[in-house]
T-cell receptor, first 115, second 113 residues
Framework: AQKVTQAQTEISVVEKEDVTLDCVYE???????LFWYKQPPSGELVFLIR??????QNEISGRYSWNFQKSTSSFNFTITASQVVDSAVYFC????????????FGTGTSLTVIP | DTGVSQNPRHKITKRGQNVTFRCDPI?????LYWYRQTLGQGPEFLTY????????KSRLLSDRFSAERPKGSFSTLEIQRTEQGDSAMYLC???????????FGQGTRLTVV
């Protein structure tokens, strides 16, 4: 079973629009960690944010914000006032504290911001 | 040491040849991972080291793949008798502990012709 699901394969928005990228995860561990990574065309995975399972506070960093809801097993990512430089593939990932150490990645959402 | 370093960045090889990739993690990170990524997919776990010990290996990993981390510092990933299906981006990541984020290198893009 897929542990991390990113249902949106591709999204296109016009510059300055807000966009939300969805992430749904599945785990039986009570302690786990959630991450978002950005992969621009250059290919390198860039770390954006980490959340542990005990911290459901939403977080805002500049134009980026994250909404973690354990009740729905979701960890959604919103970009406000999108810019062309936000165009990239975004990956949500899960790491479980109990069973192993690997990261489980979703299939990614390709975001295109149109000027 | 500002990040994870991978060499080479690109490798083109003929089918049947052996290839070896190198990863230098962030120096204070004792956990090291290898992932593989194909076009349009998320990174797929291959193997994990804690210091020099290889603690996890994907069940999907062919026995043509082997990885080492001899002194708990850099790591190598070798693919023997390469096949066209091995063509992918091979990513290395390191991590300080089980709760922290993993930081990725720029990857080695392998093309098997």
């Amino acid at each position: 079973a897929q542990k991390v699901t990113q249902a949106q394969t591709e999204i296109s928005v016009v510059e300055k629009e807000d966009v939300t990228l969805d992430c749904v995860y599945e785990t039986r561990d009570t302690t786990y960690y959630l991450f978002w990574y950005k992969q621009p065309p250059s290919g390198e995975l860039v770390f954006l944010i980490r959340r542990n399972s005990f911290d459901e506070q939403n977080e805002i960093s500049g134009r980026y914000s994250w909404n973690f809801q354990k009740s729905t097993s979701s960890f959604n990512f919103t970009i406000t006032a999108s810019q062309v430089v936000d165009s990239a593939v975004y990956f949500c990932a899960l790491s479980e504290a109990g069973t192993g150490n690997q990261f489980y990645f979703g299939t990614g959402t390709s975001l295109t911001v149109i000027p | 040491d500002t990040g994870v370093s991978q060499n080479p960045r690109h490798k083109i090889t003929k089918r049947g040849q052996n290839v070896t990739f190198r990863c230098d993690p962030i120096s204070e990170h004792n956990r090291l991972y290898w992932y593989r990524q194909t076009l349009g997919q998320g990174p797929e776990f291959l193997t994990y080291f804690q210091n020099e010990a290889q603690l996890e290996k994907s069940r999907l990993l062919s026995d043509r793949f082997s990885a080492e981390r001899p002194k708990g510092s850099f790591s190598t990933l070798e693919i023997q008798r390469t096949e066209q299906g091995d063509s992918a981006m091979y990513l290395c990541a390191s991590r300080e502990d089980r709760a922290s984020a993993a930081f990725f290198g720029q990857g080695t893009r392998l093309t098997v012709v």
